[in-house]
């Protein structure tokens, strides 16, 4: 029996000493849930083939009372479903090393998904993204009567930093990206392979997130890579091909 | 009287909402399409039926919504977005959800002076300046956001100043996507699997389609009707429907959505390929299906066989190599797994052209294409006619000009000359004003052509692959004519017509046509000989052979 509530998984690859700031934000983030909710939070670092550097700023700089865990899968999506698997949480918050999360994001993300039922991901209500560029994103509600899943085929409306039940990570594993097949956009896939499912996702006001965009890592781009397209996805079902 | 007060309401509100200019035509057709079939004009459908049902008149005004939030018209016969223009802007009333008049007008005094309706300020000029609909931005960037983002601020300096946000691009997600909308159509409409996706710019009876369909058959032939699906995506045109096999399921793109962009619908052929996995995708003349292949081979392949139709390079009167073949035969060669052309001479000008190497040659493979099996005896009657048939586009490609001279050189022969005409008035007028030319317009079939009486079929061109025409004009028992340009050579020589060398050497055509008039038995031999050549080069069956034995086609 589990005695943990949330585990917090923090995904990196090669960010090295910029994976401080994130840290610090989940750090202040989980001591506020920890002290304000009063429940019990695993947080696991999960680092897919970790770059020297990446390596390094951990081995100095591993925050108290969390654990690596190392993967050889090529891609983030490796450690975070391993992670997933090892999680002792009944919920998961999953946050990338390029990204900030606000104080309060756990304590609300997790209020709000522990009075509902499994099928909600939660995201934060406002996002800003910093560095090649800046701009401003306030993710949809999935409940909102306007919202129309059509906009889903054109681009991912939601940020990769979110909270649901382990049983939604578990049952919705993140697609490894296979760029030299042209197949990627890994937060877009799963957003559509869990709307298929009809899990709903929603963002939540007064919570925040801030996200560093490079060339590798943009949080809900709003113009998708032309010669890069998501694997196929449960969204867009259409009748396979007659057996050879 | 009922009725009438009825019909002076609608007639006042379209009236209203026609001088607003807030009825977007483009958006309310390519969001319900049956409206094109109603025998309204898309207002009037709106007005009289549209708004009652919830359908929108533009993005941003909801009929629905319009009349939930306002319950002082819940029980009005008003038009909602008749009152919106008349009454609602000026109240500060919102047209819906994600458009609130009053910040709008606040947001943007320059709008509130020009004292224009705030919406239709929006859809015209606000939209493309990135104007905000709504305080979602002041909402989100509050006072408690503020304390929240200055200490993340702190550990990450390289944020920007809190204050700064304001003036931060807003990511404003559409509310809708007219490509997803399309795909979730198009992919309802198939309703069993199929193995060949056949990509095809349109249906019309040109060569290229034709042949398409021969394609088609084959895969009915090999696999069953229900293993070929047809989809036209580039222009809706299908003229020649027809020649679609029974049984054989054909999806137009702009019937499925009204409306795409050419981006829109690459990214949805290329989606319904990922997700469909058919064995082969054949693209025959559809940039839609070439700039698929372009971009994203890598994902398609090995898993779907990439196969496209080419037939000949094109020219512009410049000279210029222009067309399908320049823009996309070699970036795309090393991508594809198969070129299908009907010509050996295409094949060994690309080569040339191209530098192919051997592998990149293996790919083009040559599938004469099979022309009706029954032959018709030639008119012997017709041996000394000094009637002449001509039959193809008329356009600057097929040498008018050369048409011209030859009638002009031979005065006692009449031309009997169809086809759709693409010429400039001062170029058709050159074949109209001689009097043994006789303009007979258009044909959809080359068996619809009177042939009785007709001593030859003449062709002339500047550049080409090997025209269906030729073909057809045989299997008619014509003998033909026509200049030694890209694969004629390959069905017509000195035994089965008459080969002009230069395609504009207007003393050789005469010449042949004056042989071919005064020699009725060598008339006679040469037809024949042209149809052996027919049945044993371009059978059903040695079609079928050639792209069975072709692995990447997966027919076996």
């Known amino acids: ?120 991901v939660f995201h934060p209500g406002l996002v800003v993204a910093f560095g090649e560029t800046r701009r401003l994103a306030i993710p949809p509600d999935q409940e909102d009567p306007d919202f129309s899943r059509d906009v889903l085929f054109s681009r991912n409306l939601w940020p990769s930093v979110s909270l649901a039940a382990r049983e939604v990570f578990l049952a919705h ?46 949080c809900v781009a709003p113009e998708p890579c032309r010669s890069v397209l998501m694997p196929p996805s449960k969204l867009f079902p259409v009748l396979k091909q007659c057996e050879v | 009287m009922k009725n009438l007060l009825s019909a002076i309401r609608h007639h006042r509100d379209i009236k209203t909402i026609k001088d607003s200019a807030l009825f977007d035509e483009r958006y309310y057709l390519a969001h319900y399409a049956d409206v094109a079939q109603s025998g309204l004009s898309p207002i009037e459908h709106y007005v009289k039926i549209g708004s009652d049902q919830g359908l929108k008149p533009n993005a941003f005004f909801d009929d629905l919504y319009y009349r939930d939030a306002n319950p002082d018209l819940r029980n009005s016969h008003t038009n909602p977005l008749a009152h919106y223009i008349m009454f609602g802007a000026r109240e500060g009333r919102n047209p819906s959800r994600s458009f609130d008049t009053r910040y709008y007008l606040s947001q943007h005094p320059d709008v509130a002076q020009a004292g224009v309706n705030p919406l239709w300020h929006f859809l015209t000029h606000g939209a493309a300046e990135n104007r905000e609909t709504n305080d979602a931005r002041g909402q989100a960037l509050s006072a408690e956001s503020r304390i929240l983002y200055d200490e993340l601020a702190q550990i990450e300096p390289l944020l920007p100043v809190f204050d700064d946000l304001e003036f931060l691009p807003l990511d404003q997600v559409a509310r809708e ?66 020649l ?78 222009v067309g399908l073949v320049p823009q996309y035969l070699n970036q795309c060669i090393d991508h594809v797994d198969l070129i299908l ?65 030859i009638a002009q050189a031979l005065p006692d022969f009449t031309f009997d000359v ?19 030319i006789h303009m007979k317009g258009s044909y959809a079939h080359f068996e619809e052509l009177p042939t009785a009486g007709v001593n030859a079929y003449l062709y002339t061109t500047r550049h080409d692959g090997l025209p269906l025409a030729l073909m057809e004009a045989i299997a008619a028992g014509l003998p033909v004519i026509a200049p030694d340009i890209g694969g004629t050579c390959e069905l017509i020589n000195n035994e089965t017509g008459w080969l002009i060398k230069k395609d504009d050497d207007v ?37 079928a052979r050639t792209v069975a034995g072709v692995a990447q086609y997966h027919l076996s």
Not at chain 1, 180 to 208: E, M, N, Q, S
Not at chain 2, 418 to 436: D, K, P, W
Not at chain 2, 511 to 516: G, V, W
Request: aromatic share 8%.
């Open chain 2, 244 to 321: 679609l096999g029974d049984g054989v399921q054909m999806i137009v793109l702009d019937d499925v959505q009204p409306g795409m962009s050419q981006e829109e619908k690459i990214q949805v052929v290329a989606r319904f390929i990922i997700e469909a996995q058919p064995q082969v995708v054949h693209n025959v003349n559809s940039i839609i299906g070439w700039e698929v292949f372009s971009r994203y081979h890598r994902q398609l392949r090995p898993r779907t066989s990439l196969v496209s139709s080419l037939f000949t390079c094109h020219y512009n009167q410049g000279g210029r190599r």
């Open chain 1, 173 to 218: 594993p993140f697609s490894y990206e296979d760029r030299a097949r042209g197949f990627g956009h890994a937060d877009w896939y799963w957003v559509c392979d869990t709307v298929a499912a009809g899990i709903v996702h929603k963002p939540l006001p007064g919570t925040l997130a801030c996200c560093r965009q490079s060339k590798t890592h943009a």
């Open chain 2, 507 to 543: 003393a050789a055509y005469v010449e042949a046509l004056r042989i071919c008039q005064s020699n009725p038995e060598e008339r006679l031999r040469r037809a024949r000989n042209a149809q052996d050549l027919l049945k044993r080069h371009h059978s059903w069956a040695s079609f």
């Open chain 1, 1 to 120: 029996m589990s005695t943990k509530e949330i585990t917090v998984i923090l995904t990196c690859q090669d960010q090295g000493r910029l994976l401080n700031p994130s840290i610090q934000s989940l750090r202040a983030a989980i001591r506020k849930a920890e002290s304000g909710l009063g429940v019990a939070i695993e947080w696991i670092i999960a680092a897919d083939t970790p770059s020297e550097q990446t390596e390094e700023y951990l081995l100095y700089n591993q925050p108290p009372r969390s654990r690596k865990l190392f993967t050889g899968g090529g891609c983030t999506a490796v450690a975070a479903n391993q992670a997933v698997k090892e999680a002792e949480g009944k919920f998961i918050a999953l946050v990338c090393g390029d990204d900030l999360v606000s104080s309060n994001w756990l304590t609300q993300a997790y209020t709000e998904s522990s009075g509902r039922t499994a099928g909600f």
């Open chain 2, 177 to 242: 996507s007219l490509a997803g909308r399309a795909y979730f159509k198009l992919s309802r409409l198939v309703n069993r699997p199929f193995t060949h996706l056949f990509v095809l710019s349109r249906l019309i009876h040109g060569g290229a389609d034709r042949l398409a369909m021969h394609y088609v058959n084959l895969v009915k032939e090999k696999r069953g009707a229900h293993s070929a699906l047809v989809l036209l995506a580039d222009l809706p045109d299908r003229p020649a429907r027809h």
């Open chain 2, 418 to 436: 169809y086809g759709v005409s693409y010429l400039a008035a001062s170029e058709l007028e050159a074949l109209t004003q001689l009097s043994n």
């Open chain 2, 341 to 405: 052309t009907d010509n050996a001479a295409f094949k060994t000008d690309a080569t040339n052209f191209y530098s192919l190497e051997a592998r990149n040659q293996d790919k083009i493979v040559v599938a004469p294409t099979p022309v009706a099996d029954e032959m018709h005896e030639p008119d012997k009657q017709a041996g000394d006619s000094k009637r002449i048939l001509w039959a193809s586009r008329l356009h600057y490609d097929k040498r008018p000009e050369v048409l011209a001279a």
